[in-house]
């Protein structure tokens, strides 16, 4: 059995108001019904889901 590498530490806390919590999951679900493409940016590294 090979041994996995560590990788390095990338979990990142941040507090939102559900106010704020909402707008964030808001804007890609908009994307989303009406078929268009969006972008998520995790730390760093862009990933676009098209439709």
Do not use: W
């Amino acid at each position: 059995m090979t041994k996995q590498k560590k990788k390095p530490g990338r979990d990142i806390e941040k507090h939102y108001t559900q106010q704020q919590f909402g707008i964030k999951l808001r804007r890609p679900a908009d994307r989303i019904e009406q078929g268009k493409t969006f972008c998520i940016q995790v730390a760093g590294d862009t990933n676009s889901r098209e439709q």
